[in-house]
């Protein structure tokens, strides 16, 4: 009778067990992930060490021409940007053979800037048609998510970073910007 | 009108299912997928889904029997059990055919330490239904994004409940079925203990072997329809009184096809796809352990397959 109590018992904790499965299992299965590319495109041009300026187009509105994204928009969880792609146009017939310190993109609320794709010694003739990869940290990413959800006013900015001592004029440079953002759709929602 | 709800509600593998094929659609008659699945093609949800329809098939094969022994005499049970299935690492990944706008293109990936760039890529490395994030793929010209994978490692499978008929010539006949709607699912498997046929232990009652054959088959509509067939055989041997262990091997399989249609195909040419559904599963082996005290029975086994699978459940014996 001892063995029967503790083999029934036994059911009952393996029982509890596999409950516990499912109910991961279903939590696990509300939320679908897809990727979605945002691509920019914008011309930047100076004469100074330090070059700052808006990348044109925000991400939201880039996001709101992708279909996955626009059929989904009031279950979205989360917009977190993942990988970037940073080249130039392979179509213009003019690059200068410079090299930049840094290119970096940011997103800015208010004061606070986030860093969200950096290329160090940009040999520009070798970004030419060239694409080159990064990928975005992802604590800023939840960040920016959160703050994107809750539709706080931002910007897009890139920074050219010249190399030290160097202010001569540096022409158009034909820039792409890709970027993907894995968004998180809700699916019981 | 056909209640998704109350299947959400009564069987797990099946909610995911739904919710994986009606995810933002409205028509139920036939499956249509949402834009967020316009990534995926024929070729690639072979992949994408195989681990999944292999949970679906192994699912179906579990608690088919305990005990090998069998008594010369009528029985009738109702067997309530479920099961977990743990993802292999091997599963969580397939090689995805790189899509058309890719091919014969300078493409580049980024692995981490760096980008991978390569002239000529057929295949890429992305996860399934149950892998993790999915890889981008950059050219000059474009960008390809994928559907990524739900992050599980393991997964419950479709509950069972089960009728349990026990007749004298010391065969049992399991038989699961459910209908909702156009949703249709049947399951049944006969068990039959073997030694005594070749006097394996003579007058031993303790040892037993029995064998068994098993089909199941689950249709929705024209969407999809899976059906399996399962054969066995296995050993058990009684402890003490009422305990029985039993170990045994099983051979399975799993076709069938899945068809869906796009809501919003970006290319109006390419609006339905159909795939033959198929299994990484085909060998287990198995071993558990039963304990039955007057009308009630406690189970649990163990199984090694593509998916490692834990079961268990109870029964009650009317008779």
New interface residues.
């Given amino acids: 009778m001892k063995?029967?109590f503790l083999?029934?018992s036994?059911?009952v904790i393996?029982?509890i067990i596999?409950?516990g499965?499912?109910a991961?299992?279903?939590s696990?299965?509300?939320?679908?992930?897809?990727?979605?590319?945002i691509?920019i495109q914008y011309s930047s041009s100076g004469n100074s060490d330090r070059t700052e300026q808006p990348m044109g187009r925000d991400i939201m509105d880039l996001l709101d021409t992708n279909?996955?994204y626009?059929?989904?928009k009031d279950r979205i969880e989360d917009i977190l940007i993942?990988?970037g792609?940073f080249?130039l146009d392979?179509t213009d017939p003019w690059v200068p053979q410079e090299t930049f310190q840094t290119v970096r993109f940011f997103v800015k609320f208010g004061s606070q800037q986030y860093l969200i794709a950096q290329y160090d010694n940009v040999v520009l003739p070798e970004y030419v048609?060239?694409?080159?990869?990064?990928?975005t940290d992802e604590a800023t990413s939840a960040e920016i998510s959160k703050r994107l959800l809750n539709k706080e006013q931002y910007s897009t900015i890139a920074e050219i970073k010249r190399m030290p001592g160097i202010k001569t004029d540096f022409k158009t440079i034909p820039i792409?910007l890709?970027l993907?953002a894995?968004i998180t759709?809700n699916?019981?929602k | 009108m056909f209640s998704l709800k109350r299947v959400k509600q009564a069987l797990d593998l099946t909610k995911f299912f739904m919710i994986m094929c009606f995810a933002g659609t409205t028509a139920f008659a036939d499956i249509e997928l949402g834009s967020e699945f316009n990534s995926i093609n024929a070729k690639y949800a072979s992949g994408y889904f195989k681990p999944l329809f292999t949970s679906i098939g192994q699912s179906f094969n579990t608690n088919l029997f305990t005990t090998a022994k069998y008594k010369k005499e009528w029985s009738f049970g109702i067997d309530f059990s479920v099961q977990a299935m743990m993802i292999p690492s091997s599963q969580l990944t397939f090689n995805a055919p790189v899509p058309d706008t890719m091919l014969n293109k300078t493409t580049y990936i980024y692995t981490g330490s760096g980008t991978n760039t390569s002239n000529n890529r057929t295949t890429i490395t992305q996860p399934t239904i149950y892998g993790g994030k999915a890889t981008p793929l950059f050219s000059a010209s474009t960008t390809e994004t994928f559907v990524e994978g739900f992050n599980i490692s393991n997964i419950s499978g479709i509950p069972n409940i089960q009728f349990i008929l026990g007749i004298p010539t010391q065969t049992e006949i399991r038989f699961r079925g459910a209908g909702f709607g156009d949703l249709f699912f049947l399951g049944f498997n006969i068990n039959q203990q073997i030694d005594q046929f070749f006097k394996i232990f003579g007058k031993d009652e303790i040892q037993a072997i029995a064998v068994n054959l098993a089909y199941h088959s689950i249709s929705y509509s024209k969407a999809f329809d899976m059906s399996s067939l399962c054969f066995g055989a296995r050993y058990s041997r009684e402890l003490v009184e009422g305990l029985n262990v039993y170990g045994g091997v099983l051979y399975e399989t799993l076709s069938g096809k899945f068809e869906a249609t796009y809501k919003n195909p970006d290319d109006p040419n390419f609006k339905k796809f159909k795939i033959d559904i198929e299994t990484f599963s085909n060998i287990r082996l198995l071993l558990g352990l039963t304990y039955r005290i007057s009308f009630f029975e406690a189970h649990f086994d163990a199984a090694y397959a593509s998916q490692p699978t834990i079961a268990g459940g109870i029964s009650f014996w009317f008779f």
Avoid: F
Wanted: proline share 4%; hydrophobic share 35%; glycine share 4%.
């Fill in positions: 063995s029967g083999y029934i036994l059911s393996l029982s596999l409950s499965c499912y991961d299992t279903v696990s299965l509300e939320r679908l992930t897809v990727q979605v590319p691509m279909k996955a626009k059929d989904n993942y990988q792609a080249w392979q048609g060239t694409p080159h990869l990064s990928q792409h890709v993907t894995r759709i699916l019981s």
